[in-house]
């Protein structure tokens, strides 16, 4: 008699709570509520809300995960970049470009630190200057103080070290320009050291080149127009006169024809002028891509190629060629110091040369500045340079024929 009895409490004790909560219903709906029950109804109600809680936690779940198979995420318009911040593609893009200095920092730290930097230099139309810097060139008495210098003592150009954001592209570099400038930036490149003297053609240049034009698309996708200028071209005037109205993509010249509509123009990357929008976005994309293309060329190499190329045509962008007047250099130098934007010293390899040919160029400007007004607009003055660069050993200008090839000559 007792197992008997013991049995069914054994049972009861053991029933589970999925049991207890289909009998409590059961009662429920059919209007019985013995008054010992009320404890294993209430467990009973609980426990059905926790289960429906983790049903619905999870469906959410699932729901946003799948999200972007149904509804593709768009792509970021030039201009809009706060409405494209959270792009997956942007942030592994940035993964890429801009990899974390410290390993627990996340890619989005660094597309901040830029969007940040980039902001307090833009002008008002989202308008940045751009240069790089490594090691070699950041120590003192080197090419950026040269280069800033000649802001300081340009014709009414003091005011675009407001717009100017430094590029370091090492550590070293990023500490002397915090000395220097206040819009700095660093972009380490993990496993590749920039610091020294980047020689012209050597691995270290081609891959600083690259790098460099990578750059300058994230630029473009954050919505910020830019004028990127080398450090080895000194700045004398306001340039944005000299700009074509309607192009997306400006570049100066190594041999400029005289027409800067003509694509036989020869440009040199070190200095161009190019606005956001999806023409010159798609267009920074093909020159990068284009490195595989061509293995062994660098970027200025590449794009006298593909400015041939039917994709230029085809994406609608308007490319324009500088004046060589306005914006000259060792290889071409401006004749009219009256006219004179830039100048940039090209054609010319060796950082002692460099340095040398430019402090005879800031120089000639000083004497040129100090003439009265009325002896400047009469006046033949025009540049010693070059004298160290050794333009005749190094100067090429490749004069293109068809898309397929083209003649050079010394």
Request: hydrophobic share 45%.
């Amino acid at each position: 008699m007792r197992k008997s009895i013991a049995e069914p409490g054994t049972f009861q004790r053991r029933r589970s709570t999925a049991a207890i909560a289909r009998s409590a219903a059961l009662s429920l709906c059919a209007g019985i509520m013995p008054p010992d029950s009320a404890p294993f109804v209430f467990r009973a109600l609980v426990f059905l809300f926790f289960l429906s809680a983790c049903v619905f936690f999870w469906f959410v779940l699932y729901r946003s995960a799948d999200y972007s198979i149904y509804f593709p995420l768009p792509v970021p318009r030039a201009g809009s970049f706060s409405s494209s911040f959270n792009n997956n593609y942007r942030h592994a893009t940035f993964a890429r470009i801009l990899p974390s200095e410290a390993a627990n920092s996340a890619p989005e730290n660094e597309e901040l630190k830029l969007e940040r930097v980039l902001k307090d230099a833009a002008m008002e139309d989202r308008t940045v200057i751009l240069t790089t810097l490594n090691e070699a060139w950041a120590a003192s008495d080197s090419v950026i103080d040269l280069f800033l210098e000649s802001f300081r003592i340009g014709d009414h150009t003091r005011r675009f070290l407001n717009h100017l954001v430094i590029i370091a592209l090492d550590r070293k570099a990023f500490a002397r320009c915090l000395l220097l400038h206040p819009h700095c930036f660093t972009l380490v490149t993990e496993g590749v050291d920039f610091s020294g003297e980047a020689y012209f053609m050597t691995t270290d240049y081609l891959k600083m080149m690259w790098r460099r034009i990578d750059f300058l698309r994230v630029v473009l996708e954050m919505g910020y127009n830019f004028i990127f200028s080398d450090a080895d071209i000194m700045w004398f005037r306001d340039p944005f006169p000299h700009f074509l109205p309607n192009a997306d993509f400006q570049i100066a010249c190594d041999h400029f024809l005289g027409n800067p509509y003509n694509v036989n123009n020869i440009p040199n990357g070190g200095f161009n002028y190019v606005k956001s929008n999806n023409r010159s976005i798609e267009f920074y994309k093909f020159w990068y891509s284009s490195r595989e293309t061509y293995p062994g060329l660098h970027d200025q190499d590449v794009l006298n190629i593909i400015k041939f190329d039917p994709f230029i045509m085809n994406i609608g962008l308007e490319m324009r060629f500088l004046d060589t007047a306005y914006f000259g250099g060792l290889c071409e130098p401006s004749k009219d110091l009256n006219l004179v934007s830039t100048m940039h010293a090209n054609c010319c390899v060796g950082l002692e040369s460099k340095l040398h040919d430019l402090r005879i160029m800031l120089q000639d400007w000083k004497e040129y500045m100090s003439m009265p007004p009325s002896l400047k607009r009469s006046s033949q003055a025009t540049w010693r340079v070059p004298q160290s660069c050794n333009i005749d050993a190094l100067l090429s200008i490749k004069l293109f024929n068809s898309k397929a090839n083209y003649i050079q000559t010394a």
